[in-house]
């Protein structure tokens, strides 16, 4: 299906073509889905042969009745009664449908391999050889059901397409409508990778669906990514609305180790450690979450206000920033790793935020510059817990428990 930038309650607008239209008017007295329209022969002359022997005409047949609507959830088929199926082509908009010819039996019969697309026009070409041996060949059109907008949903993927990203980086796929028959999605939904890694799908909800290897991705990897759910049924009158191919790089391995109670960050770079750091974590009642966070975006200055986490201007506790630097965002409630020199004092010996990792200027910058999105960042020391939806969360389950979210599982 055609993508589009926003949502709207108007149909697409289908396409018609007046020889298209003509086409199907004429096709509408025909009898039921053996009917055919129009066609030619092509071969040797007249045998001869008296009137009663003539051979049975050819007549094209097909999966669908209405040829003014028809549906796109239900596979296309095409055969004949009164001769051997040989070729079919089915065509829209010089595009066409995939599909084969299969068996010889009640003349055999073609299906296609590809989906339909919503609001479309097609016409479908066929040749089969008639008891005499003469190949004659037939033709029909039929337009598919339209769809609104709100029928259709379009997915969204993270990373993006040549994107390179860190080890800790998920496949984020978020549905913009309710997928409800998440098993039919997920057996369309494949990620590979050079070299290979194993992995598996885990919804979220059925808008969002996350895949993730059994370990953290190994540095230099090649990961593609294919959802073929364009026209696939979603459940309760919702259908795929585009199918996506996207292909990213796994960079360095850099992984980040904060302990709060020792109040220090080790930052390993493809597995050596490449730099220990001096921190000031969360404060009581504010304390940073322990466990595995991902790099979600990187900002270079970035204000802080203290309203977005639910504190009120006329509290003790409140704060404007309005220029972090160095802003390494780990959690979507706002925990971030960045400079603080205002803490300086505090850095290696006591927890004085609001749930950030504060560092000096010099080493906030050091790491901003080697990290990317998708980057890990270890966090021990707290008895607050990171959890799963809060941010790139998909690492704090344990492999088990990651498998039983597969819709398939």
Not at 62 to 73: E, K, L, M, W, Y
Not at 325 to 331: D, F, M, N, P
Request: charged letters at 20%; hydrophobic letters at 35%; proline letters at 4%.
């Amino acid at each position: 299906m055609r993508s589009r930038a926003s949502r709207s309650a108007s149909t697409r607008p289908a396409l018609r073509r007046t020889a298209v239209a003509a086409a199907l008017l004429a096709v509408t007295g025909l009898a039921g889905c053996d009917s055919a329209v129009g066609g030619s022969e092509r071969g040797p002359g007249t045998t001869g042969a008296s009137e009663s022997a003539k051979p049975e005409p050819v007549r094209l047949t097909t999966s669908f009745r209405d040829a003014g609507a028809v549906p796109i959830d239900e596979p296309l088929t095409v055969g004949t009664d009164g001769g051997t199926l040989d070729t079919v082509t089915v065509t829209s908009s010089g595009s066409g449908v995939e599909g084969r010819v299969e068996g010889t039996v009640d003349g055999g019969s073609w299906t296609a391999s590809t989906r339909l697309e919503p609001g479309t026009d097609y016409v479908i070409t066929a040749s089969a050889t008639r008891s005499d041996g003469r190949t004659v060949e037939r033709t029909r059109s039929f337009q598919t059901v339209d769809l609104t907008l709100d029928e259709q949903t379009y997915p969204a993927v993270a990373p993006l397409d040549g994107e390179t990203v860190g080890v800790g980086m998920p496949v984020i796929v978020t549905f913009d409508l309710p997928v409800t028959n998440r098993a039919r999605f997920e057996r369309h939904m494949h990620v590979t990778s050079t070299p290979e890694q194993r992995g598996s799908w885990y919804w979220l909800s059925d808008h969002e669906a996350h895949w993730r290897p059994t370990s953290y991705w190994k540095a230099g990897t090649d990961v593609s990514v294919e959802l073929d759910v364009n026209s696939l049924p979603a459940g309760n009158g919702i259908y795929g609305q585009e199918s996506r191919s996207i292909d990213f790089h796994i960079g360095d391995s850099v992984v980040s180790k904060v302990d709060v109670r020792t109040h220090t960050m080790r930052t390993f770079v493809n597995g050596r450690l490449a730099r220990t750091m001096p921190i000031s974590a969360g404060k009581a009642g504010w304390e940073t979450r322990s466990g595995t966070k991902v790099i979600i975006e990187k900002f270079r200055r970035k204000r802080m206000n203290a309203a977005t986490i639910g504190v009120d201007r006329d509290d003790p506790e409140f704060y404007d920033l309005s220029n972090v630097q160095y802003a390494l965002r780990v959690t979507y409630s706002g925990e971030f790793l960045h400079a603080a020199p205002w803490s300086a004092g505090s850095q290696g010996s006591a927890n004085v935020s609001h749930g950030c990792v504060g560092m000096s200027l010099a080493d906030a910058q050091w790491l901003y510059d080697r990290t990317s999105r998708g980057d890990v960042v270890e966090v021990t020391g707290s008895s607050r817990s990171m959890t799963l939806d809060n941010g790139y969360g998909d690492w704090n389950l344990s492999q088990a428990d990651w498998k039983s979210g597969s819709a398939l599982s």
